[in-house]
């Protein structure tokens, strides 16, 4: 367990990781790219996925060493995350890295496919996690896939990643739950808000698919994946408000109206404001909930909850707040503004939204309090 | 033995040999100055041990274990900005004189900044000091002062030349409240009680040798003493849940009545947003390298006094037709702590303050937006200007 102390502070390993994986971005990842993937077929370019799971190396940092991993903290995996979300890498980053990798790790030792997680973590080959939550916890009364005779029927949903070359499937299987792997089933993909991150409905009929673990040991390992994909998720929020602040500030720093920067107008200037503080709770909670995640040191439950309900929210604000601050251009097509926006209402709804993390948040922290402390009410 | 080690066999050492649940309160806060406890990161001497300042936590965790007092409520103006003030910007003798009865809570201090016609625009203020001899005369008159009339020293900024542009002809004096021409008078405020002072200062006289900083340095040195306070009443608690938004929760606990899910959900979210503040305060707080408060503390008391005014509006909701109820407005001196906390409409009415005092919201934001994400600076009026051409009113 880490020192409390440590918490919060980025060792020197994991400020160069940042910064690898900034360069990267620029330089391979720039805007140009993200729109000509956005507007693909499939959304991603396999080859520069392999390249981030192979040349750079950081698809699967918290997969410990014996699985194929770099065998590091979730906190590395948050400090990529934080920089695809600025990025707005394309392709499978929820789907592969943020659930179906943390779900494989939890079943090390149950009959895991160890090739599997190796090329997913080199990149050679991606996953998607077709699993309803609900708020972004797991819920077995949602599963409607069935399984008999090593064959799935039925269908999932807004699966993130969907066309993923192989699924992880919650499925019946008898009384119980299981997380079955296929390659198969039929991917429809959707026309999604957000270009850069591709859903697909998915459907089995008679699918033959490998159960990976049944009952207790599947919905530990569903259960944990949807945590570890709640703060990555959250990490990524962080890195795209930190960039679009950036961004507003810049532009309300050199834009110049009534021959002025129209930043030194306070009604600029004090939403600027208002945003700083959205994006240093949305850092402060994410990775807090990484550093819960990896060392015990807090309930994970309400750490991720938390983190979720403040992310979700403050990146949504920031982006909004981006559009109106950079004024006729940031409503433009040809302006970024809105690729980060249709991400932000993306990632808000994905794992559960602000509002349902906040009534768990509510069951956690209001539901059980006592009316024991001093505050007294004058009654006249 | 490393500084962390250091810190903590001195705090055990005092703890020991003067135990504070027995021993009179100034004699053992003595003993705690004397071994260097007061402020860690002042120089030996002065009531510090010249190490981090992040290690104040550990001797104030091992002096509350033993049952100790806090210093810092005792006399809060003087720990939270006099202390440091004096340290920075007085000579080494000024600060051997004035620290250690600051420390033990001998001499309360406060602070004669704001005035009638300055508030936010604060180095507009026009109370001045003119030089006679050694000593200066100062005449003016000073508004917000806590403890002003237990107070025995003042941290006191005047106008020493009235022909320079205004942030430039202020300079920053250590005030004897003892002294002739210095009255205080209470200010009675909206909950009915009288926090505040007002001080009429008419030829009161400082002795040269209690000037802080070079005559004409006033705005500099007030900084520090600024920065200083925006940490100390931002600087929420460390605890989960607690503060303000723990009456919340409590009230929630005990009208169970009165739920509905909006209220619900409202509840839920200032408590997420105490929790991310205070999650943000515990960053700051361990990411800090330098030793003094940066603008992170900007954060923490923009954050913390809309999110203390959200709180009790919705404990006035919840509380329903309670709401329009109130205890006593008999004026009385609120610096007990009791009547300060007093009941839930006085916390609510008292919470109305909290964005204006020690820097209002609006200028948080500004100093936000200017000197953490650099955007340039407003357009003003009075800009090079000496000060005495400058409209006021």
Same mark, same amino acid.
């Given at each position: 367990?880490?020192?409390?102390?440590?918490?919060?502070?980025?060792? &020197?390993?994991?400020?160069?990781?940042?910064?690898?994986?900034?360069?990267?971005?620029?330089e391979?990842?720039?805007?140009?790219?993200?729109?000509?993937?956005?507007?693909?077929?499939?959304?991603?370019?396999?080859?520069?996925?392999?390249?981030?799971?192979?040349?750079?190396?950081v698809?699967?940092?918290?997969?410990?060493?014996?699985?194929?991993?770099?065998?590091?903290?979730?906190?590395?995996?948050?400090?990529?995350?934080?920089?695809?979300?600025?990025?707005?890498? &394309?392709?499978?980053?929820?789907?592969?890295?943020?659930?179906?990798?943390?779900?494989?790790v939890?079943?090390?030792?149950?009959?895991?496919?160890?090739? +599997?997680?190796?090329?997913?973590?080199?990149?050679?080959?991606?996953?998607?996690f077709?699993?309803?939550?609900?708020?972004?916890?797991?819920?077995?009364?949602?599963?409607?896939?069935?399984?008999?005779?090593?064959?799935?029927?039925?269908?999932?949903?807004?699966?993130?990643?969907?066309?993923?070359?192989?699924?992880?499937?919650?499925?019946?299987?008898?009384?119980?739950?299981?997380?079955?792997?296929?390659?198969?089933?039929?991917?429809?993909?959707?026309?999604?808000?957000?270009?850069?991150?591709?859903?697909?409905?998915?459907?089995?009929?008679?699918?033959?698919?490998?159960? +990976?673990?049944?009952?207790?040991?599947?919905?530990?390992?569903?259960?944990?994946?949807?945590?570890?994909?709640?703060?990555?998720?959250?990490?990524?929020?962080?890195?795209?408000?930190?960039?679009?602040?950036?961004?507003?500030?810049?532009?309300?720093?050199?834009?110049?109206?009534?021959?002025?920067?129209?930043?030194?107008?306070?009604?600029?200037?004090?939403?600027?404001?208002?945003?700083?503080?959205?994006?240093?709770?949305?850092?402060?909670?994410?990775?807090?909930?990484?550093?819960?995640?990896?060392?015990?040191?807090?309930?994970?439950?309400?750490?991720?909850?938390?983190?979720?309900?403040?992310?979700?929210?403050?990146?949504?604000?920031?982006?909004?707040?981006?559009v109106?601050?950079?004024?006729?251009?940031?409503?433009?097509?040809?302006?970024?503004?809105?690729?980060?926006?249709?991400?932000?209402?993306?990632?808000?709804?994905?794992?559960?939204?602000?509002?349902?993390?906040?009534?768990?948040?509510?069951?956690?922290?209001?539901?059980?309090?006592?009316?024991?402390?001093?505050?007294?009410?004058?009654?006249? | 033995?490393?500084?962390?080690?250091?810190?903590?066999?001195?705090?055990?050492?005092?703890?020991?040999?003067?135990?504070?649940?027995?021993?009179?309160?100034r004699?053992?806060?003595?003993?705690?100055?004397?071994?260097?406890?007061?402020?860690?990161?002042?120089?030996?001497?002065?009531?510090?041990?010249?190490?981090?300042?992040?290690?104040?936590?550990?001797?104030?965790?091992?002096?509350?274990?033993?049952g100790?007092?806090?210093?810092?409520?005792?006399?809060?103006?003087?720990?939270?900005?006099?202390?440091?003030?004096?340290?920075?910007?007085?000579?080494?003798?000024?600060?051997?004189?004035?620290l250690?009865?600051?420390?033990?809570?001998?001499? #309360?201090?406060?602070?004669?900044?704001?005035e009638?016609?300055? !508030?936010?625009?604060?180095?507009?203020?026009?109370?001045?000091?003119?030089?006679?001899?050694?000593?200066?005369?100062?005449?003016?008159?000073?508004?917000?002062?806590?403890?002003?009339?237990?107070?025995?020293?003042?941290?006191?900024?005047?106008?020493?030349?009235?022909?320079?542009?205004?942030?430039?002809?202020?300079?920053?004096?250590?005030?004897?409240?003892?002294?002739?021409?210095?009255?205080?008078?209470?200010?009675?405020q909206?909950?009915?009680?009288a926090?505040?002072?007002?001080?009429?200062?008419?030829?009161?006289?400082?002795?040269?040798?209690h000037?802080?900083?070079?005559?004409?340095?006033?705005?500099?040195?007030?900084?520090?003493?600024?920065?200083?306070?925006?940490?100390? #009443?931002?600087?929420?608690s460390?605890?989960?849940?607690?503060g303000?938004?723990a009456?919340?929760?409590?009230?929630?606990?005990?009208?169970?009545?009165?739920?509905?899910?909006?209220?619900?959900?409202?509840?839920?979210?200032?408590?997420?947003?105490?929790?991310?503040?205070?999650?943000?305060?515990?960053?700051?707080?361990?990411?800090?390298?330098?030793?003094?408060?940066?603008?992170?503390?900007?954060?923490?008391?923009?954050?913390?006094?809309?999110?203390?005014?959200?709180?009790?509006?919705?404990?006035?909701?919840?509380?329903?037709?309670?709401?329009?109820?109130?205890?006593?407005?008999?004026?009385?001196?609120?610096?007990?702590?009791?009547?300060?906390?007093?009941?839930?409409?006085?916390?609510f009415?008292?919470?109305?303050?909290?964005?204006?005092?020690? !820097?209002?919201?609006?200028?948080?934001?500004?100093?936000?937006?200017?000197?953490?994400?650099?955007?340039?600076?407003?357009?003003?009026?009075?800009?090079?200007?000496?000060?005495?051409?400058?409209?006021?009113?």
């Amino acid at each position: 367990m880490a020192d409390a102390v440590t918490e919060f502070v980025l060792t &020197p390993e994991q400020q160069d990781l940042r910064r690898a994986v900034r360069r990267f971005c620029a330089e391979r990842l720039g805007e140009d790219t993200v729109r000509r993937l956005a507007e693909s077929g499939t959304g991603h370019d396999p080859a520069l996925w392999a390249r981030l799971g192979g040349e750079l190396g950081v698809l699967g940092l918290a997969v410990p060493e014996e699985l194929g991993g770099a065998g590091g903290g979730l906190v590395d995996q948050a400090v990529v995350a934080e920089e695809f979300g600025a990025a707005l890498v &394309p392709g499978p980053v929820l789907g592969t890295v943020g659930l179906a990798v943390p779900a494989l790790v939890a079943l090390a030792g149950a009959g895991l496919d160890e090739d +599997l997680l190796a090329s997913l973590v080199e990149g050679a080959r991606t996953a998607a996690f077709a699993v309803p939550d609900r708020g972004g916890r797991f819920d077995p009364a949602l599963v409607t896939v069935t399984e008999t005779g090593g064959a799935l029927t039925g269908e999932v949903r807004h699966v993130v990643d969907g066309t993923a070359d192989v699924l992880l499937v919650a499925a019946r299987t008898g009384e119980e739950i299981g997380l079955f792997l296929t390659d198969g089933g039929e991917r429809i993909p959707l026309s999604t808000l957000d270009r850069t991150r591709r859903q697909a409905t998915v459907r089995f009929s008679a699918t033959p698919a490998r159960a +990976l673990a049944v009952g207790a040991g599947a919905e530990q390992a569903i259960t944990a994946a949807l945590r570890v994909g709640g703060a990555l998720l959250a990490a990524e929020q962080v890195g795209g408000a930190q960039r679009m602040l950036d961004r507003t500030v810049a532009y309300a720093g050199t834009r110049l109206q009534f021959g002025r920067p129209i930043g030194s107008f306070q009604a600029v200037k004090h939403r600027c404001a208002d945003m700083l503080v959205l994006v240093e709770h949305a850092r402060s909670t994410a990775f807090h909930a990484a550093w819960a995640l990896q060392d015990g040191t807090d309930d994970p439950d309400l750490a991720v909850a938390v983190a979720q309900a403040t992310c979700s929210q403050a990146y949504q604000q920031v982006a909004q707040e981006s559009v109106q601050l950079h004024g006729g251009i940031g409503f433009t097509w040809e302006h970024a503004a809105h690729l980060y926006l249709k991400r932000a209402v993306t990632d808000a709804a994905l794992l559960g939204s602000a509002a349902e993390h906040r009534e768990r948040i509510a069951q956690l922290v209001l539901d059980g309090a006592s009316a024991s402390g001093g505050v007294r009410v004058a009654t006249g | 033995m490393d500084d962390r080690a250091r810190v903590e066999k001195a705090a055990h050492e005092v703890v020991e040999e003067h135990d504070p649940r027995s021993v009179p309160v100034r004699e053992f806060l003595a003993a705690w100055f004397a071994a260097g406890l007061t402020w860690v990161h002042f120089p030996e001497g002065l009531g510090g041990l010249g190490v981090s300042r992040g290690l104040q936590a550990r001797a104030n965790a091992i002096l509350q274990g033993a049952g100790g007092p806090n210093p810092f409520f005792l006399n809060p103006i003087g720990h939270g900005m006099a202390a440091a003030t004096v340290l920075e910007h007085g000579s080494r003798e000024l600060a051997q004189e004035l620290l250690p009865p600051l420390a033990t809570g001998e001499h #309360i201090w406060c602070q004669l900044f704001s005035e009638p016609g300055a !508030g936010s625009d604060l180095a507009g203020l026009a109370t001045s000091a003119v030089l006679d001899g050694d000593e200066w005369v100062v005449n003016g008159q000073k508004v917000w002062t806590s403890f002003a009339h237990r107070a025995r020293y003042a941290l006191l900024l005047a106008r020493t030349d009235p022909d320079q542009p205004k942030h430039k002809g202020l300079t920053y004096f250590v005030l004897d409240m003892h002294a002739p021409g210095v009255e205080t008078r209470p200010l009675r405020q909206m909950t009915g009680q009288a926090e505040f002072n007002e001080v009429y200062l008419t030829d009161a006289r400082i002795p040269d040798t209690h000037r802080l900083g070079a005559v004409g340095n006033g705005w500099r040195v007030a900084m520090t003493t600024l920065m200083n306070e925006r940490s100390a #009443i931002g600087g929420s608690s460390s605890v989960r849940g607690a503060g303000a938004i723990a009456d919340a929760v409590e009230l929630w606990a005990r009208y169970p009545q009165r739920h509905t899910p909006v209220l619900r959900d409202k509840l839920a979210a200032l408590w997420t947003r105490a929790e991310a503040q205070r999650l943000t305060d515990e960053r700051a707080r361990r990411s800090a390298t330098s030793g003094s408060p940066g603008p992170e503390g900007s954060i923490a008391k923009l954050v913390s006094a809309e999110l203390n005014q959200h709180v009790y509006e919705f404990c006035m909701e919840l509380i329903g037709p309670e709401a329009t109820l109130y205890g006593d407005y008999t004026q009385r001196d609120a610096e007990r702590n009791e009547d300060y906390r007093g009941p839930v409409q006085q916390r609510f009415l008292r919470s109305r303050a909290n964005t204006i005092e020690g !820097g209002t919201s609006e200028v948080l934001r500004n100093i936000l937006g200017e000197r953490i994400l650099g955007l340039p600076g407003d357009l003003r009026a009075d800009a090079g200007k000496p000060w005495k051409e400058v409209p006021r009113g």
